[in-house]
């Protein structure tokens, strides 16, 4: 099967930019995603990118995609305490006539003063 | 976004009962509809996927007799764990997609979680 694979922890200083950094197998994936999961609730799409796109920028979030490496990077500039969670990525994969998504195992931000 | 309502938010059952958790798409019609279990500190790990009117597509290593999903309409889908066993304990985890595939303006949105506890 697919896999998608993301460091596990990340801590940085609130105001400074964070960059949690995603790879992934599939290289069919029409899009690519970025998940926010805040403690003891369900997902929240953050931000998705088109595999044929390089960048895309929403507002504080930077997402990089380096096809030919299978390398997918979230950077949010100006980390705030509210965006402590944990961050997933996800890549799409079509089985059976529909698409499903394949997530990392979630990196979790902790943002300190 | 669409809102996804999923209940309970948290159950805490007998060993040997059977447990029924809730997932509805509030202001959309959801024709598929996903099922994840999600242990600490991991990942989403997806059990099934059920298309209204069909049975559920299990994955591979998930019990179907276990973890029963009945998607009988468009707006609603449900979760039992039958039998349950402290091994079930778990974050269970659905989301809602208006379309089969996965595109820009077709996303899956998730409810917020059902957090079990089988004592």
């Known amino acids: 099967g697919e896999d998608v694979e993301q460091s596990l922890f990340l801590s940085v200083r609130e105001g400074d930019s964070s960059v949690i950094n995603c790879t992934y197998t599939?290289?069919?994936?029409?899009?690519l995603y970025w998940y926010k999961q805040e403690p003891g609730a369900g997902l929240q799409l953050l931000t998705y990118i088109f595999s044929n796109m390089d960048m895309k920028q929403d507002q504080r979030l930077t997402v990089l995609l380096n096809k030919k490496d299978k390398h997918l990077s979230l950077r949010i500039a100006d980390t705030q305490t509210g965006d402590s969670a944990i961050y997933f990525c996800a890549e799409s994969e079509e089985s059976g006539g529909y698409n499903k998504l394949i997530f990392g195992a979630g990196t979790r931000l902790a943002v300190h003063p | 976004g669409a809102v996804v309502s999923q209940h309970p938010s948290w159950v805490i059952c007998k060993s040997g009962t059977s447990v029924k958790i809730e997932c509805r798409s509030l202001?959309?019609?959801?024709?598929?509809m996903f099922w994840y279990r999600q242990f600490p500190k991991q990942s989403l790990m997806l059990m099934a996927t059920?298309?209204?009117?069909?049975?559920?597509?299990?994955e591979q290593g998930v019990e179907k007799d276990k973890f029963l999903i009945n998607h009988a309409s468009l707006t609603l889908s449900t979760l039992t764990v039958t039998s349950a066993h402290p091994e079930d304990s778990s974050f269970y985890i659905c989301?809602?997609?208006?379309?089969?595939?996965?595109?820009?303006?077709?996303?899956?949105?998730f409810g917020q979680g059902t957090r079990l506890t089988v004592v």
């Open positions: 202001d959309f019609q959801a024709t598929t």
């Open positions: 059920s298309n209204e009117g069909s049975k559920a597509t299990y």
């Open positions: 989301s809602a997609r208006q379309g089969r595939f996965q595109r820009r303006n077709t996303e899956a949105f």
């Open positions: 599939d290289s069919s994936s029409t899009y």
